[in-house]
């Protein structure tokens, strides 16, 4: 079994945004305008006691390029950080739209 869990995000400074809060279930109370909600499932097997780091796992973790265009993107990958675009459906499903280095659009998903 999976356990559900919402994290509720919010933009930070620097563009990216950040979570600020977290439940197991539904959220309490509808985002803010200013927030999202994306939900994502623990799989069995984590210790869920309050004083544990667990690792959710949200449907965004992986980003498939057209062959030919990952390796350099892989390697690059190891010696600095990139960022993903993500689109958050009102359910709180994720998609990852695009892969960005710092202020560069690598890769964005085709329109279908």
């Known amino acids: 079994d999976d356990?559900?869990?919402?994290?509720?995000?919010?933009?930070?400074?620097?563009?990216?945004?950040?979570?600020?809060a977290a439940w197991f279930g539904q959220a309490p109370a509808p985002a803010a305008s200013d927030?999202?909600?994306i939900v994502g499932h623990v799989s069995a097997g984590w210790?869920?006691?309050?004083?544990?780091?667990i690792a959710p796992d949200y449907g965004i973790e992986r980003f498939y390029l057209p062959e030919g265009e990952g390796i350099a993107i892989q390697n690059d990958m190891r010696v600095r950080p990139f960022g993903v675009r993500v689109a958050i459906?009102?359910?709180?499903?994720?998609q990852i739209k695009a892969l960005i280095d710092g202020d560069k659009t690598l890769f964005e998903e085709p329109l279908y």
């Open 35 to 37: 927030e999202t909600d």
């Open 47 to 53: 210790d869920l006691s309050a004083a544990t780091t």
């Open 89 to 94: 459906a009102a359910d709180g499903a994720g």
């Open 3 to 20: 356990t559900p869990i919402v994290v509720r995000l919010k933009q930070g400074a620097d563009g990216y945004w950040e979570a600020t």
